[in-house]
Each structure stands twice: as C-alpha cells, then as structure tokens.
C-alpha cells in the first residue's frame, strides 16, 4: 500500500501537472466518479496469453477513476456504453490500471498497478498503451507528457472502436 507521505506527494505532483496532461479543465462531473476499491490485481502474463489466445487486442488503460477528469468522461461515454462493450467483448481485452486519490484499493491491486506504472514508464492519466502477442508495447497514447494527446474525437465511441480496429490490423 502506498503510504500516506507518498500518497500526498504524488497528489501534489498530479495537481500540478493536471493542465499539462489534460487532467484539468473539463466540464465533468466529477460526482459519476466510481472506484472499485475491490478489483484484483492484473495478472499481465495471463491477460498476454488470454489475448493472444483469443486473437483480441490488449489495451492498458492507465487512468485515475476519481480524480482525473478525462478518464472519468471516458469512462461515461465510452467505456460504458453498449456498442463499446460489444466490441470489447470480441476485439479487445481492456485493462484498466487504476489510480485513485480519494479511495483506496485492494493493498494486491495498488502494488501491481504501482509495479505496471513503473514498468511501462506511465506519468500521465490517461495513458492507453497497446501490446503484441508477446507483450511488447507497440502503440502509446500520449506517447510523451509534452504531447497533446488529441483525446477529444474519441469520447465518441465510435472514433474509440475505430482507433481500436486501427490498431488491431498493426498488432
């Protein structure tokens, strides 16, 4: 679990951060916000070999659930909604990493999200990173914290599904 002191640190550095990396700004609200403080930790080896399996696409969505704005919008409009979750359920093994300041998860969940975090050198909320059979990334959303991401096409579902068929045909 995160300490407290840490905690508090990496709420500062998001705050501060939040209109570089497009955390700030949008008219959300923040109230639809939902946390599930009881999810269990990624296994990404059996989610690599599940997608591979499957012939899906394997997407992390790096975000935070009540404190980041867009991600909490793409959670209501895209990730949500019917069409999205159908395509899902056939095209996509969907992985959400999440992040919260005002909730707390599972101790499990927190240190393996902190672990993928590091691994896949993640600092902006939200970051969609896409890998291969293999797990290698091979597509990043901002690819850097000085890039504007270009996220607004894509609280559309239909733009997000066809990003995601896109990026299908490259794996």
Request: hydrophobic share 45%; net charge negative.
């Amino acid at each position: 679990m995160i300490s407290g002191v840490k905690r508090f640190l990496f709420f500062l550095v998001l705050v501060s951060m939040a209109p570089m990396i497009g955390c700030g700004g949008d008219d959300v609200d923040m109230s639809k916000a939902v946390t599930d403080t009881n999810a269990p930790p990624v296994n990404l080896a059996a989610e690599i070999a599940r997608a591979k399996s499957e012939h899906k696409l394997l997407l992390l969505e790096f975000g935070s659930s009540d404190a980041c704005p867009p991600c909490v919008r793409f959670q209501n409009e895209v990730f949500s909604t019917a069409e999205f979750k159908a395509f899902a359920g056939s095209n996509l093994d969907f992985i959400h990493l999440d992040f919260p300041l005002k909730a707390s998860l599972r101790p499990d969940t927190e240190a393996t999200n902190e672990l993928l975090s590091r691994q896949f050198d993640q600092n902006v909320f939200p970051t969609f990173i896409a890998l291969d059979g293999n797990g290698k990334e091979f597509w990043r959303m901002p690819k850097s914290l000085d890039e504007d991401p270009g996220f607004d096409s894509l609280f559309n579902p239909a733009n997000f599904i066809h990003l995601m068929e896109q990026l299908k045909q490259k794996e």
